[in-house]
T-cell receptor
Framework: DTAVSQTPKYLVTQMGNDKSIKCEQN?????MYWYKQDSKKFLKIMFS???????INETVPNRFSPKSPDKAHLNLHINSLELGDSAVYFC??????????FGAGTRLSVL | QKEVEQNSGPLSVPEGAIASLNCTYS??????FFWYRQYSGKSPELIMF????GDKEDGRFTAQLNKASQYVSLLIRDSQPSDSATYLC????????????FGQGTELSVKP
């Protein structure tokens, strides 16, 4: 069984659309994260939730809204997509702030 | 200075050689240090972590930590073409609430 799973793996959409990416972990971890990796491979944290509570909220446009229905799930909703949102988005989880385990990534292309 | 810095490379070594990857960090309060490997088109996977000054060995990998110099390195002995990947150094930054900050990664190419 995949420990951290994200869906979809690929997402191609038009500018202005709204899309969501889902993440689930079955490791029993209490902390989940969203990262963005740009074309230069730089991996930057966007959000982190601990037991459904938002603990890290980086300076990202408010078009990005995370939601954690329970500690095993962390979804990312993006409104009014822009060309600059094209990137690979990774979900990760950890127990407290220990080792983070990453999902396979969602490659978002905004046309 | 960036919180975590690595040489972006690419670093090219012949098969069988030792590859040496370096990382410096800005926060003297950092206590733990992680090395992730990322193959092209794949997700980062943890290969080493180190908490104490000195060396930590795991198979062909050795992590070296020098807190006084704020420097952590990863040595890969007997490099194989399958080691070709981007290696990411990651450090929780104490004065940012322990947030994990990744370096920009070093691209390693091992030539047969």
């Amino acid at each position: 069984d995949t420990a951290v799973s994200q869906t979809p793996k690929y997402l191609v959409t038009q500018m202005g659309n709204d899309k969501s990416i889902k993440c689930e972990q079955n490791l029993g971890h209490d902390t989940m994260y969203w990262y963005k990796q740009d074309s230069k491979k730089f991996l930057k944290i966007m959000f982190s939730y601990n037991n459904k509570e938002l603990i890290i909220n980086e300076t990202v446009p408010n078009r990005f809204s995370p939601k954690s229905p329970d500690k095993a799930h962390l979804n990312l909703h993006i409104n009014s997509l822009e060309l600059g949102d094209s990137a690979v988005y990774f979900c990760a989880s950890s127990q407290s702030r220990n080792i983070q385990y990453f999902g396979a990534g969602t490659r978002l292309s905004v046309l | 200075q960036k919180e975590v810095e690595q040489n972006s490379g690419p670093l090219s070594v012949p098969e069988g050689a030792i590859a040496s990857l370096n990382c410096t960090y800005s926060d003297r309060g950092s206590q733990s240090f992680f090395w992730y490997r990322q193959y092209s088109g794949k997700s980062p996977e943890l290969i080493m972590f180190i908490y104490s000054n000195g060396d930590k060995e795991d198979g062909r990998f050795t992590a070296q930590l020098n807190k006084a110099s704020q420097y952590v390195s990863l040595l890969i002995r007997d490099s194989q073409p399958s080691d070709s990947a981007t290696y990411l150094c990651a450090v929780p930054i104490y004065n940012l609430g322990g947030k994990l900050i990744f370096g920009q990664g070093t691209e390693l190419s091992v030539k047969p």
